[in-house]
């Protein structure tokens, strides 16, 4: 059974850089798309950046666009999301998750299997 797990996230100063990962079960790590979605408080989930299965095409946001980097390490069937310059703003529930397939997407009901979730905190 396909199953995501993120870790790493925590409290930072604004400013400050913080990378979450997540790690995923499949014996097919490269038919996934992954992607980052997060929930600030009081707001829907969004997305934030995906990477496609071979790792050659990236999305991001415009809200993190230049800030953050997502990148995918297939030897250990994980993808990290590198989180620099962060902002009050940035503070949400960040989750993982894969998609079907190696295209990139960047809508919530695109993706198939999804994480619990790890919390980001800036301080301002």
């Known amino acids: 059974q396909v199953q995501v797990a993120e870790s790493g996230g925590g409290l930072v100063q604004a400013g400050g850089s913080l990378r979450v990962s997540c790690a995923m079960t499949?014996?097919?790590?490269?038919?996934?798309?992954m992607g980052w979605f997060r929930k600030r408080p009081g707001e829907e989930r969004e997305f934030v950046a995906a990477?496609?299965?071979?790792?050659?095409?990236?999305s991001y946001a415009d809200s993190v666009k230049g800030r953050f980097t997502v990148n995918r390490d297939s030897a250990k069937n994980t993808v990290h999301l590198q989180m620099d310059s962060l902002k009050s703003d940035d503070t949400a529930v960040y989750y993982c998750?894969?998609?079907?397939?190696?295209?990139?997407?960047?809508?919530?009901?695109?993706?198939?299997?999804w994480g619990e979730g790890t919390q980001v905190t800036v301080s301002s």
């Open positions: 998750a894969a998609k079907r397939g190696p295209l990139l997407a960047t809508m919530t009901s695109q993706y198939d299997y």
């Open positions: 990477i496609s299965g071979d790792g050659a095409k990236r």
């Open positions: 499949t014996v097919a790590f490269s038919a996934y798309c």
